[in-house]
């Protein structure tokens, strides 16, 4: 089984059911494996706030919904990940492509990476670093986390992580 | 027509469904006029009703309204191209728009200016867009709400605004309440 595969068969496991997405290169297979997947309602958006704001009602729906993303939208969910996501109490797994890490290939994308744990840190929100492909092991047992304590919760996955893109 | 005064002549259609309503003084106006658990009250983030009523329409059957702002669309402008491409009959975006930030001191918007929300939902491929006068909102969302079909509303009105405390309701509290509520209703 893939990475990609692996990470949307624990989705489907924790009962996941809608999954909004915003692109990013290295994570365009798994994008792929949720769009294809007959279990899942993927929503692509424009924005990772407007996603948010779709996994919010998803969630308010009676389905658990998640959201694929890259770190540098820390810089404009912070408000929404504080008085939607937190305030409400709604449980988010947050799948998070951390760019500007070992094997980056473009400068700009260090600048948020340096922000990347700090934000996360100040925001509270319970935070895990993929960086070896045996990490994805805990995926299953991060989703569990995020639904017994409805919280946002990050996973954040490097390069390495996905071998190089 | 100020806002509250569409929102009066709404009630009677909303109250027996499910509403996501705006942050801020649109919240407070139908808090005030007929609180429901089939309300969701936005304490919070501006721009998001039409993104939390478009994925709670996607997640269940039963019909949803989100009361959104000219403002708060200007905001979140990306909702109408997701709103466009995931079509859910069950789901109305009624935008009241007056013309200004109404929760911020009557601000004017662009969207009283030279920009037209109806044909930025048409351009974005919205299919059922209609915008109408403000007396003529109630009639709009009666059709809306017998036509079984995804419908954007602009609902064009004048700035102002009545004077009402906040919701002093704890966000768990109108969240949990809600959900039951949904729950209820769609089993």
């Known amino acids: ?165 | 027509m100020i806002r509250s005064e569409v929102l009066r002549e709404i009630v009677p259609l909303i109250s027996d469904h499910l509403v996501v309503c705006n942050i801020g003084l649109p919240s407070q106006e139908l808090h005030h006029i007929d609180d429901q658990p089939s309300n969701f009250y936005m304490l919070g983030t501006m721009g998001l009703a039409s993104s939390i009523g478009l994925g709670l329409a996607l997640a269940q059957k039963e019909k949803v309204i989100a009361i959104d702002g000219d403002g708060s669309v200007l905001t979140n402008l990306g909702t109408l191209p997701t709103v466009a491409n995931n079509v859910a009959d069950n789901f109305i975006l009624l935008i009241i728009d007056n013309g200004s930030y109404g929760s911020t001191g009557d601000q004017p918007t662009y969207a009283g200016k030279k920009t037209s929300l109806a044909a930025v939902a048409r351009a974005c491929g919205c299919e059922t867009v209609v915008e109408v006068a403000a007396k003529d909102t109630a009639q709009a969302l009666k059709t809306a709400l017998e036509g079984d079909k995804m419908t954007v509303i602009v609902s064009k009105c004048i700035s102002g605004n009545i004077k009402l405390p906040v919701i002093a309701m704890d966000p768990v509290v109108i969240r949990d309440r809600f959900m039951r509520e949904v729950q209820r209703r769609n089993s």
């Open chain 1, 1 to 165: 089984m893939s990475i990609d595969e692996k990470i949307v068969a624990d989705f489907v496991a924790n009962r996941i059911e809608f999954v909004t997405t915003v692109p990013c290169k290295q994570l365009g297979g798994v994008i792929d494996q949720v769009e294809r997947s007959p279990q899942i309602h993927h929503v692509p958006s424009n924005k990772e706030d407007e996603g948010m704001g779709l996994c919010a009602g998803a969630f308010m729906g009676g389905k658990r919904a998640a959201i694929i993303m890259q770190n540098t939208a820390l810089g404009v969910t912070g408000n929404t990940l504080a008085t939607l996501i937190q305030f409400y109490r709604i449980p988010l797994p947050m799948l998070i492509s951390y760019r500007g890490e070992l094997g980056e290939p473009i400068a700009c994308q260090v600048e948020m990476a340096v922000h990347t744990k700090a934000l996360l840190a100040q925001l509270h929100i319970p935070t895990y670093h993929f960086h070896r492909q045996e990490d994805v092991g805990e995926f299953d047992k991060i989703l569990k986390y995020t639904y017994m304590c409805n919280k946002p919760v990050a996973i954040l996955t490097d390069a390495s992580f996905w071998g190089g893109y």
